[in-house]
């Protein structure tokens, strides 16, 4: 599912969209879904992103709406694995993509007219809230594509 939103909301939504998406896998008869993600679109000047929240799957299943189906572009990435609460994610982003412009492979990124938009900016979910209540042992992997011409 895609929304448009501020930070504030992001962790209530998400509750919210990834139950709606479950059952929509679970009308769909797909059990073997994966780990959950946000992709993150576009991050708008007035603070504001637009967010797909939803499930890795084996196959591409087909979309109803408000649901989306697509695959992930392939290619490089780099990611970093985070350990903690969620409320440090922005910050996790923040150094990644520093660390990626010092070391000269910046994300694949293009402005727009809405902000700053990413080919592929990601928070995969390995051990979230779902699987254990204490934040300490909640695991985040933080990714970003890299541009084509990056090896």
């Known amino acids: 599912m895609r929304s448009r939103l501020n930070a504030r909301q992001v962790m209530t939504q998400a509750q919210v969209f990834f139950s709606?998406?479950?059952?929509?896998?679970?009308?769909?008869?797909?059990?073997?879904?994966?780990?959950?993600?946000?992709?993150?679109?576009?991050?708008?000047p007035n603070g504001e992103m637009e967010i797909d929240f939803g499930y890795f799957t084996p196959r591409l299943l087909v979309a109803r709406t408000p649901f989306r189906s697509a695959y992930m572009p392939a290619g490089n990435f780099v990611s970093?694995?985070?350990h903690g609460h969620y409320d440090r994610l922005r910050e996790v982003h923040s150094m990644l993509r520093g660390w990626m412009e010092i070391m000269g492979c910046?994300?694949?990124?293009?402005p727009s007219a809405d902000g700053?938009?990413?080919a592929c900016s990601l928070n995969i979910f390995h051990r979230s809230m779902?699987?254990?209540?204490?934040p300490k042992n909640w695991v985040t992997?933080?990714?970003?594509?890299?541009?084509q011409s990056v090896g």
């Open 20 to 44: 709606e998406v479950r059952a929509e896998l679970h009308r769909q008869k797909t059990t073997d879904h994966g780990l959950a993600f946000f992709r993150y679109n576009l991050f708008a």
């Open 80 to 82: 970093v694995n985070w």
């Open 106 to 110: 910046p994300p694949e990124q293009m």
């Open 116 to 118: 700053q938009a990413f």
């Open 130 to 134: 779902v699987h254990d209540p204490d």
């Open 141 to 147: 992997e933080v990714a970003y594509a890299l541009p």
